[in-house]
């Protein structure tokens, strides 16, 4: 096998953000571009010679074409073999599984996540650890640095392999094992989850599912798992995997999951419905006429957990990121177990699960998962809302209205301003934090700011530092607002606002959130000046 060495030069911006580097596929199909991120991955590693790699992706545009120059770089760096999923789909959570059933080195996930795809779309690349989480802060920090001053990286001249074709194949001395993922991911499900009393519930004739794939990477997951093992009918609408996602946006809110929405609000509404993203790892859950927020359904996740097979043992504690809402706070008080509040991101989870001080974790934006791997999990999170179903035998919405009797309802709600201008995002941002000083005990439209501040987080297994990861406005009633910039965009910026008040009068409970967070969110206009900043009158997405 000879080792050929190609000279390159760096490029500006290879800085990975909150979950790998996303950028345009048209910057990622420049000459040497991915070659020098993933040589630059590979050089920040030690002591992977002759050791497992995973790799796969959610499916979109230039997946395949990215799979075989990384399959090539990783015989030339000296990788014992590669598993790679079937067609070169490997979802996020899946690979996660993948890497730690095969004790892997790591893997690589090709994904841009909820982001559009297509040759116009965009394209991401991430790094995962042994344990199958996101590589931390200073591996990344690693892999920039060295994307600054690279100049080589190597690879092998053979022919592309066929990604189609289950079984093992050699690519130069390299052994790679074209696997199906979708069998070792259903069947750790299994061992979660109480198939047969979900098998009952779709058996039952009383009823009904939705579920979106949203021609993204969950489809076949979704089909095996739902419509084959489980006995749920034909329910996975838009199930088929396509390089852009249908020319739709993969993301499951409200906004961009339109049709599974109409659904479920329509007449004849099945009695659940559900959606996952591009990559597989985040979810939306729905009832009829019944929309569950991510941070609910954390909480509901939590307090429910002894009816799911896999966790009725106890859960150890909880994690939530930081925008996210207060609701499973309350819940792990109530259980007497630690919560834990982290910044945006699912690698900081990582550490808290390794080290069983948390047991389920979850963000705001739709993502929720557990200790049964290192990422957020979307399918996962379906089947345990379809267990608490199937268990308590009520509607999504009654189990919705107990949960906010006994604990209080966290009305709550983010609104994006998406690629709005960078530099007037950045002075909103800069001069909401320049206020800081002033800001407490100041009155604003009736309600008393208590403090102001840019959260930051020391992990509290290694003690690593987090600084700036949202600016928080807190008030006297407990209210609070968040400001964020996204990560996770690849075109100007997106600003993120999170809005939540608590309230314990269950004669409120059913008031839309939009109108019982009104006062909030003229708040956050006029303490950032959003309308000014953004250009806009109104959030690109409500949620």
Partial sequence: MEIIKVQTQPFNGQKPGTSGLRKQVSIFQQVHYLENFVQSIF????????????LGGDGRYHNRTAIQVILKMAAANGFGRVLVGQGGILSTPAASAVIRKNKAFGGIILSASHNPGGPDGDFGIKYNISNGGPAPEKVT???????????????????????????????????????????????????????????????????????DAMHAVTGPYAKAILEDRLGAGNIVLNGEPL????????????????ELVDILYGTNAPQFGAASDGDGDRNMILGQGCFVTPSDSLAVMA?????????????????????????????????????????????????????????????????????????????????????????????????????????????????DYENVDAAQAKTLMDELEAQFDSLPGKTISGARITFADNFSYT??????????QGIRIGFADGSRIVFRLSGTGTAGAT?????????????????????????????ADELAKVKHYTKREQPSVIT
């Avoid at 590693?45 to 497992?52: A, I, P, S, V, Y």
């Avoid at 009816?307 to 504690?317: E, H």
């Avoid at 606002?497 to 059913?510: G, K, P, Q, S, V």
């Fill in 43 to 54: 050089n920040a590693l030690e002591d992977f010679q002759g050791k497992t790699l995973v």
């Fill in 141 to 211: 920090d690693a892999i920039y640095q060295i994307t600054q001053d690279i100049s080589v990286y190597q690879s092998i001249e053979t022919a592309d392999i066929d990604l189609d074709r289950l079984g093992s194949v050699k690519m130069g001395d390299m052994p790679v094992e074209v696997i199906d993922s979708v069998t070792d991911y259903a069947e750790l499900m299994e061992t979660l989850f109480d198939f047969e009393r979900i098998k009952q519930l779709f058996n039952s004739g009383a009823f009904s599912m939705a579920f």
């Fill in 243 to 258: 390089e852009d996602f249908g020319k739709g946006h993969p993301d499951p809110n409200l906004t961009y999951a339109k």
């Fill in 303 to 415: 307090a429910n957990a002894h009816l799911v097979p896999g966790y009725s043992q106890g859960i150890a504690g909880v994690a939530r990121s930081m925008p996210t809402s207060a609701a499973v706070d309350r819940v792990a008080k109530q259980l007497g177990i630690a919560c834990y509040e982290t910044p945006t991101g699912w690698k900081f989870f990582g550490n808290l699960l390794d080290a069983g001080k948390v047991t389920l974790c979850g963000e705001e934006s739709f993502g929720t998962g557990s200790d049964h791997v290192r990422e957020k999990d979307g399918l996962w999170a379906v089947l345990f809302w379809l267990n608490i179903l199937a268990v308590r035998q009520q509607s999504v919405q009654q189990i919705l209205k107990q949960h906010w009797a006994q604990y209080g309802r966290n009305f709550y709600s983010r609104h």
């Fill in 459 to 468: 992990d509290p297994v290694d003690n690593s530092r987090s600084e700036k």
């Fill in 495 to 523: 600003l993120r606002i999170y809005l939540e008040r608590f309230e314990a009068n269950t004669d409120l409970h059913d008031l839309d959130a939009q109108e019982a967070l009104a006062d909030l969110i003229q708040i």
